[in-house]
């Protein structure tokens, strides 16, 4: 167009700076940013908001401020892109702090603005936050529309607050497809997996058409369930009945499903009949089932895959090397540890996340950081004492640190969700349910001491960790220990 002599207008740019979005394209955006700039055309709000917008999908956060605060004025569009932004960067603190500030600023929010904040409370667990928003979304009278009621069943179940997603579910006056898919979703991150299945039926008899999505939800609520016939069943009509071909997603699905229940070898004959090339996730869903059934010659080749699609994959490492651990190879244990070091893969170091009084605090393992550390430590000394007299016994087989028994008790005792959990004990009433989110798998000794400890405080512990929920109650977990 440029080329033939055309000059581009504001609607041009928009067009740019989109084509810019969808090939994610951070480099060619910037070029279209300083011919915009050129124009004289950057003031424009219409044009602002695409370029903040631009700027935050294609991972750039801080030249999305730079645009913002650059404009001589910010509607509703321009702070929702914002809000929506620091969402998808995974920062949904200061999305929440954004939409304070909006309407400081006295600008109202919509119906996108509200899905964007409840994503964000969603992410990182802020329940009571979320509460908050929902009371605001009453009030403005979006409370039935239909995006806004599936994110609030998201937020809700994501938060661990199962009534209140159902409550939410129930009063929508309308439901698609993607509402649908949030309250499968839920039930599968819950290990709900024939609830899940009754759910299902009521969509079909609603006459809402599942998508590849819906069977995504079921596959996993089966895997989490043990559900392995129902899984088949599901696997086989998303193919036949809905013409719904497989993707890579349900093929992990299915692998999961498989080798979580013990059919090893069935898992891996559907990892190597997959119409496509495997990735990393459906091969470590594999190793995870050889760690759990102790399969340590299929656990070895499975991780010699893993290690040569991706080199620096420091979770298969440690995988196998808890898998050689739990059988008392102590050598060949090192010598993973020992190959992991020399190729530069970095362990992801666990973090934990509580919520008390509207504020989230973090946790990592043997934290020492926090202004309340003396505190929790007195309350885990007490819960240690009353979790041995209940004949609780420490899980020191994955510790791979050369130490005594003793040191790797100590290790244990201070795991991010155990600190998180002590916070969460002196800082609420009693009573109080306590929800705790992990970025990992939640460790065998930490889910073994949560029974224990949510049975001797008499309180309700919720743990979301990397694959699921586990509700802690009375001494038992939800998953009834199929994790």
């Not at 080329?3 to 060619?28: I, R």
């Not at 569009?77 to 702090?97: D, F, N, S, Y």
């Not at 939409?99 to 904040?117: C, K, L, W, Y």
Request: aromatic content about 8%; proline content about 2%; charged content about 20%.
């Amino acid at each position: 167009m440029q080329q033939e002599g055309m000059s581009p207008d504001k609607f041009t740019f928009v067009q740019a700076v989109k084509g810019s979005v969808g090939l994610g394209s951070l480099e060619d955006g910037r070029l279209v940013h300083e011919q915009l700039i050129q124009s004289g055309c950057e003031s424009d709000v219409f044009l602002g908001s695409s370029l903040v917008n631009m700027y935050a999908k294609c991972g750039s956060i801080e030249d999305a401020w730079r645009v913002f605060n650059k404009m001589t004025s910010q509607d509703v569009v321009t702070w929702t892109t914002m809000i929506l932004g620091h969402v998808q960067c995974r920062q949904g603190q200061k999305a929440l702090e954004l939409f304070r500030q909006m309407q400081q600023e006295g600008v109202r929010p919509n119906s996108i603005t509200f899905v964007g904040v409840i994503n964000a409370c969603a992410s990182i667990e802020a329940l009571e936050e979320g509460r908050c928003v929902h009371q605001q979304i009453i009030q403005s009278g979006f409370e039935s529309d239909v995006f806004v009621g599936t994110s609030l069943v998201d937020m809700y179940a994501k938060c661990a607050s199962n009534e209140d997603s159902w409550s939410v579910f129930n009063k929508m006056p309308s439901r698609n497809v993607v509402s649908w898919n949030a309250i499968l979703g839920a039930c599968a991150m819950h290990g709900h997996g024939k609830e899940a299945l009754k759910h299902f039926e009521r969509m079909c008899e609603e006459g809402i058409q599942p998508d590849d999505v819906t069977f995504v939800c079921l596959l996993s609520a089966c895997s989490h369930a043990g559900l392995v016939d129902e899984g088949m069943h599901l696997y086989a009509s998303m193919t036949e009945d809905y013409m719904i071909p497989a993707k890579l997603e349900h093929h992990t699905c299915m692998v999961d499903l498989l080798g979580r229940a013990g059919h090893l070898q069935e898992a891996e004959n559907m990892l190597m009949a997959m119409p496509f090339q495997p990735q990393v996730a459906a091969w470590m869903a594999l190793l995870g089932a050889c760690r759990i059934h102790g399969n340590v010659e299929m656990a070895e080749c499975i991780a010699k895959r893993i290690l040569e699609i991706d080199p620096e994959n420091a979770a298969g490492y440690v995988l196998l090397s808890n898998i050689y651990a739990a059988a008392g190879n102590r050598h060949l244990c090192e010598n993973i540890e020992r190959q992991r070091k020399e190729k530069g893969a970095k362990k992801q170091l666990g973090h934990t996340w509580i919520e008390v009084n509207n504020e989230v605090h973090m946790f990592v393992v043997e934290d020492e950081d926090h202004p309340q550390m003396n505190e929790i430590h007195a309350e885990l000394q007490r819960l240690s004492c009353l979790m041995h007299d209940a004949g609780y016994v420490p899980c020191t087989e994955f510790v791979l640190d050369d130490v005594e028994e003793e040191g790797k008790v100590f290790q244990l005792c201070y795991h991010s969700e155990k600190l998180a959990i002590a916070f969460g004990l002196i800082n609420t009433a009693p009573g109080t349910p306590l929800r705790i989110r992990k970025n990992l798998r939640i460790c065998n000794d930490c889910h073994t001491s949560t029974k224990f400890i949510s049975k001797i405080v008499r309180r309700a512990i919720m743990v979301r960790d990397a694959n699921r929920f586990h509700h802690f109650e009375d001494g038992v977990c939800s998953c009834m220990d199929y994790w």
